[in-house]
C-alpha cells in the first residue's frame, strides 16, 4: 500500500494560465474525491467519482474546473485560466466502497497552487 | 446542509496536560463522524471514527464519543505530549442526506501546540 499520491507538490503559475494537477489513489480503491484548502480553513469538497463516474461537483467548482477519472485509476484536476482566488493546497482522497458513509478517506499530500 | 463547528485555537497545553476540543455538528439523515489530523508538513491522516450514536473512537490515547443528543463529538486526550502538535479537523459525512453524497464536511481546525 502505497497511498494517495499527488503531482506535482507545488504550483507557482501566473494569472490566467492553465494548470493541471494529477492523484494516484490507492489502487483497490473505487472513490476518489478532490478538496480545496485554503489557509486557516478546513478542506472543502469540490467533486468525487465512484470508478470513473464523476458523481458530484460542488458548486465551488466553476466552469474553469474540470476533473477526469478516465479508466477509474488515476484523475486529473485541471483549472483554466487561473486567478490569484484560486490559490490554495488541492487535496486528493481515495476510500473503498464498503460501509457506507462510514468508509475511511485516506489523503494525499496535496498540491499547493500559487496564483500570482 | 451539514455543518460542523469546533472550537478556535490556537490551543496551547503544557506536556501531560488535559486535551479537550470541543466539535458539534449539524446534519441531515446519520452521519458518521471523524477526526483528522494534520501534523506539521504533512498530509491529513484519520485519527479516529464514529458511526452511530453511542459510539467510542479511540486512538493513539485519542477518544470521542458519539453524542447525538447533544450532537456532539468532543476530541480528549487524558496526558498530551509534545508530538500530539498538530491541527485538529472534526469532519462528518452523511451519505443519507438525500444526495448520496460521501463527500466529507470539515470544521476549520484546532491548532494544538504542546510545551515541554
Known amino acids: 500500500d502505497t497511498g494517495v499520491s499527488q503531482d506535482p507538490r507545488h504550483k507557482i503559475t501566473k494569472r490566467g494560465q492553465n494548470v493541471t494537477f494529477r492523484c494516484d489513489p490507492i489502487s483497490e480503491h473505487n472513490r476518489l474525491y478532490w478538496y480545496r484548502q485554503t489557509l486557516g480553513q478546513g478542506p472543502e469538497f469540490l467533486t468525487y467519482f465512484q470508478n470513473e463516474a464523476q458523481l458530484e461537483k460542488s458548486r465551488l467548482l466553476s466552469d474553469r474546473f474540470s476533473a477526469e477519472r478516465p479508466k477509474g485509476s488515476f484523475s486529473t484536476l485541471e483549472i483554466q485560466r487561473t486567478e490569484q482566488g484560486d490559490s490554495a493546497m488541492y487535496l486528493c482522497a481515495s476510500s473503498p466502497i464498503a460501509g457506507g458513509g462510514s468508509d475511511t478517506q485516506y489523503f494525499g499530500p496535496g498540491t499547493r497552487l500559487t496564483v500570482l | 446542509g451539514n455543518s460542523v463547528t469546533q472550537m478556535e485555537g490556537p490551543v496551547t497545553l503544557s506536556e501531560e496536560a488535559f486535551l479537550t476540543i470541543n466539535c458539534t455538528y449539524t446534519?441531515?439523515?446519520?452521519?458518521?463522524l471523524f477526526w483528522y489530523v494534520q501534523y506539521p508538513g504533512e498530509g491529513l491522516q484519520l485519527l479516529l471514527k464514529?458511526?452511530?450514536?453511542?459510539d467510542k473512537g479511540s486512538n493513539k490515547g485519542f477518544e470521542a464519543t458519539y453524542r447525538k443528543e447533544t450532537t456532539s463529538f468532543h476530541l480528549e486526550k487524558g496526558s498530551v505530549q509534545v508530538s500530539d502538535s498538530a491541527v485538529y479537523f472534526c469532519a462528518l459525512v452523511s451519505p443519507y442526506s438525500g444526495a448520496g453524497s460521501y463527500q466529507l464536511t470539515f470544521g476549520k481546525g484546532t491548532k494544538l501546540s504542546v510545551i515541554p
Open positions: 446534519a441531515t439523515g446519520y452521519p458518521s
Open positions: 464514529a458511526t452511530k450514536a453511542d
